[in-house]
């Protein structure tokens, strides 16, 4: 194989590296990054490879589960202006004993129209 061809095959370990620091979970835009195409998403979608998550958030199907993944999910469908704010950074920080009922997020003014993802609750800075 020539350089030309390894240049635009898609990177699987790039996924998996970036996948990997986000408890399996990847945004289309990251996944472009490591040269997946949209219709290379919908693909592995279909063969059972990756989950669609969200709109443009998917997740590895084979990764383990872990705590607050749903947390993580949220986040990474706002990034990266959004941070963890109220009882969900209580909650993160283990700085409370109280179990958040939705997750907690902070977005800057600027991103007042944005939708919010299921089960969170968005706050403007």
């Not at 996948?19 to 990054?33: K, L």
């Not at 986040?75 to 109280?98: K, N, Q």
Request: hydrophobic share 35%; glycine share 4%.
């Amino acid at each position: 194989m020539n350089d030309t061809t390894e240049a635009t095959r898609p990177d699987h370990q790039c996924l998996f590296d970036i996948a990997t620091e986000q408890a399996g979970y990847f945004t289309t835009a990251q996944a472009r990054t490591c040269r997946f195409s949209s219709p290379l998403l919908t693909h592995h979608v279909k063969n059972g490879r990756f989950v669609r998550a969200a709109r443009g958030l998917y997740r590895l199907r084979d990764y383990p589960t872990s705590p607050r993944e749903e947390l993580l999910a949220a986040w990474l469908r706002l990034a990266p202006d959004a941070v963890a704010s109220h009882e969900s950074a209580l909650d993160l920080l283990g700085l409370s004993d109280v179990i958040p009922n939705r997750i907690h997020l902070t977005v800057p003014r600027s991103r007042r129209n944005l939708a919010q993802p299921s089960g969170a609750r968005c706050r403007r800075s």
